[in-house]
């Protein structure tokens, strides 16, 4: 099936500071989802994006298809940005008809004030 | 209005017990699934409905039994619950289904089962 890589695994941040987190995936897909989950446990979406760049305040994210990775950038990050960030997708050729989503292992943030 | 809902947010069961946790979107979504995240955070579909029948399921013991009443609620049974099953389930819905389609999902608040 399609692996999904996310880096790094643990990122820890001075409040104010920037960021980039990786996603990298193995096939084709016809989804993908940047998600962040917050210390309370709930999975909040943040971009669906599976091509193209997509800006939402201070969060960014860019997906290239055809070199099978994505990005979330993190601007003047904030202690409540603290949390686990996914990346998951939707292969076209595992179980996409389906819908399912394949998660990342996440990157897990921690923003110091 | 929450979109998905799941109950209860926590349950906290003895070994061999049967219970089940329920689901809700108000959506009008034609898919839902479970996931299920274990102590390492990692996330993994359990099953996928789609339209009230079963789609997917990905190596799910028995003792766990999706019952979907209509396409909005799909509910998750489990039977003798056993201590590797504690672990926090969510619920998540999208709104197509098809190779080539797009979907985007939306999850639940989880339910945090812990089998003692």
């Known amino acids: 099936g399609i692996q999904v890589e996310q880096s790094p695994p643990d990122l820890i941040l001075q409040e104010g500071a920037n960021s980039t987190l990786r996603c990298n995936f193995s096939d084709s897909v016809n989804n993908l989802q940047w998600f962040h989950q917050n210390p309370w446990g709930q999975l909040i979406n943040l971009f669906y994006?599976?091509?193209g760049t997509k800006q939402n305040g201070r969060l960014s994210a860019t997906t290239v298809a055809t070199e099978r990775y994505s990005l979330l950038y993190i601007s003047s990050s904030q202690t409540t940005d603290s949390g686990v960030y996914f990346c998951a997708v939707t292969s076209m050729n595992y179980g996409g008809s389906q819908g399912n989503l394949i998660f990342g292992k996440g990157t897990k943030l921690s923003v110091k004030p | 209005d929450t979109a998905v809902s799941q109950t209860p947010k926590y349950l906290v069961t003895q070994m061999g017990n049967d219970k089940s946790i329920k689901c809700e979107q108000n959506?009008?979504?034609?898919?839902m699934y479970w996931y299920k995240q274990d102590s390492k955070k990692f996330l993994k579909i359990m099953f996928s409905?789609?339209?009230?029948?079963?789609?997917i399921n990905e190596t799910v013991p028995n003792r766990f039994s999706p019952k979907s009443p209509d396409k909005a609620h799909l509910n998750l049974h489990i039977n003798s619950l056993e201590l590797g099953d504690s672990a926090v389930y969510f619920c998540?819905?999208?709104?197509?289904?098809?190779?080539?389609?797009?979907?985007?999902?939306?999850f639940g608040q989880g339910t945090r089962l812990t089998v003692v």
């Open positions: 409905y789609n339209n009230k029948e079963l789609i």
């Open positions: 959506l009008g979504h034609d898919t």
């Open positions: 994006i599976p091509s």
């Open positions: 998540a819905s999208s709104p197509n289904r098809g190779r080539w389609r797009n979907t985007e999902a939306f």
